[in-house]
């Protein structure tokens, strides 16, 4: 069909920039571990895109770790409050935990109103757990970035991911929440240590996993941590703990491409979608690749294909022309259809988005636009873990993951092993797992580990 034959070319035209070649990807996992190495180093760190924060986390959790220990966890679209029992010599961790979203409201009002919410719903935990009345430990799992100081103090850089709240930037986080704290006097809350959802993944997965040097999340947004040798850490600030030979680094990998060493593979959605998002110019590589931008960066070109004829016709959608009106779920979704002939999960979406009249050829062009967009996160994402997997340089490692993009998507997990199996050394081996609900989990252990050495 000659008219189906001419949309197909434009369709090719305006997706080819989508398709990474391997040439591309050795570039990005080459230039990842220029930037991460950028961070470590004093002269170059406060030029350098990723800024390669100390953790201050040394020990990974021994195992021999008992109690009861809570967790806050604040990192995106819900915010959560985590009890996790531990026993001594068991690897396996015994969690409660209770989530509630964060209005918009919340994310973009007085800081204050933000941690006395979360103080709020700590209080309400534990009372619905029946633990007052005793001290606890907690870890805080904060995840934006911070420069960290100590263990349990941390400043905000600059908010992300869609948080706005005035009073925060530049403060001591860890202050802000015991200041909160201390206004409710039922509580005896003793906060032992502050990281971000990265490392708490990195954490929880160690504590299943020895080999696991390195924490990747792929939710709202994106980041990595992983395990350096002190040695090669020059930022690191006060005495350095005798016997310690690593510690975690928070690479804050998001920003990667902020001076734009990804402008080679970026698109006119790419910088369309930026110029109206919350901080333009910022979070490039996050931008590339999660869950709070990849419906959105269809959504574009969506809405370029019909502008061009190719898709629905050329009728302008009401749903999808508001921003957020395709939510990456919905990527998730029509890729897990079986093959690009059946269209169970995409023909709901249609549904869901009062698209009445759609041919199969539409809805071909609807999935192989997601697919595009998709896989073109997956081989960055992947490419991105390659860079740490030979920054850390063992023979075995492990790689623990969470967030809801890598969960859920049907094929990310697949197409990201592949393009990192082909930028590393056949000599390494490595995996990827699922450490899921790592971030609290990881807090909970951290204060566990941060009490001992008391
Ligand atoms: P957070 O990163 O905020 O702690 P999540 O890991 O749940 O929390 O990530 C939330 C992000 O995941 C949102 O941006 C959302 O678009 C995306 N997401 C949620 N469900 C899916 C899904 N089924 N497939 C792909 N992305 C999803």
């Not at 040394?58 to 770790?65: A, K, L």
């Not at 201390?182 to 509580?187: A, C, S, V, Y």
């Not at 990849?294 to 370029?304: M, N």
């Not at 990310?412 to 930028?423: F, I, V």
């Amino acid at each position: 069909n000659p008219k189906e034959a001419k949309q197909i070319r434009i369709l090719e035209q305006i997706t080819s920039k989508f398709h990474l070649t391997d040439a591309h990807l050795m570039h990005i996992e080459k230039r990842m571990l220029d930037e991460v190495n950028r961070g470590l180093g004093k002269a170059t760190n406060r030029t350098a895109n990723v800024k390669s924060f100390v953790t201050y986390v040394h020990e990974i959790p021994s195992g021999r770790e008992s109690g009861q220990y809570l967790a806050l966890d604040l990192g995106g679209t819900n915010f959560r409050v985590i009890l996790v029992e531990l026993e001594a010599g068991s690897r396996s961790v015994k969690m409660k935990a209770c989530k509630h979203e964060v209005s918009q409201k919340l994310m973009l009002g007085p800081g204050e109103d933000l941690f006395d919410f979360m103080t709020g719903c700590l209080v309400e935990f534990m009372k619905d757990h029946d633990l007052h009345g005793r001290k606890y430990h907690l870890g805080f799992t904060f995840s934006f970035p911070t420069r960290q100081r100590q263990l349990d103090r941390a400043e905000l850089t600059h908010w992300t991911k869609g948080y706005k709240n005035a009073g925060v930037e530049g403060q001591d986080v860890v202050t802000l929440l015991k200041r909160s704290i201390n206004k409710r006097p039922e509580l005896d809350i003793q906060v032992e240590a502050i990281l971000n959802d990265t490392t708490g993944c990195l954490l929880a997965c160690a504590y299943k996993r020895p080999e696991c040097a390195i924490g990747i999340i792929l939710g709202t947004g994106t980041n990595a941590s992983y395990v350096e040798d002190m040695n090669h850490v020059e930022l690191y600030e006060g005495p350095r703990p005798r016997g310690c030979k690593s510690v975690v680094i928070n690479t804050e990998w998001g920003a990667f491409g902020n001076t734009g060493s990804l402008d080679i593979i970026r698109t006119r959605y790419d910088h369309d979608m930026d110029s109206n998002s919350l901080n333009p110019g910022k979070q490039v590589y996050e931008k590339l690749i999660s869950g709070m931008y990849l419906g959105e960066l269809t959504r574009y070109i969506l809405v370029h294909a019909i502008e061009l004829g190719i898709l629905f016709d050329g009728e302008a959608q009401t749903l999808l022309s508001v921003p957020g009106g395709f939510p990456t779920k919905y990527i998730s979704e029509i890729e897990a259809d079986p093959t690009r002939s059946t269209f169970t999960n995409i023909k709901q979406v249609m549904l869901e988005l009062d698209i009445s009249v759609a041919t199969d050829f539409d809805l071909q062009v609807v999935r192989y636009i997601c697919e595009c967009v998709s896989t073109r996160a997956a081989y960055l994402a992947g490419a991105g873990v390659a860079s740490l997997i030979n920054k850390v340089a063992r023979r075995r490692v492990t790689v623990g993951m969470d967030g809801s993009l890598y969960k859920f998507h049907p094929h990310l997990d697949r197409r990201m092993r592949s393009a990192t199996r082909r930028l590393v050394s056949d000599c390494i081996q490595f995996e990827m797992v699922l450490s899921e609900d790592g971030s609290g989990r990881g807090a909970a252990l951290a204060a566990a580990v941060a009490e001992k050495q008391r």
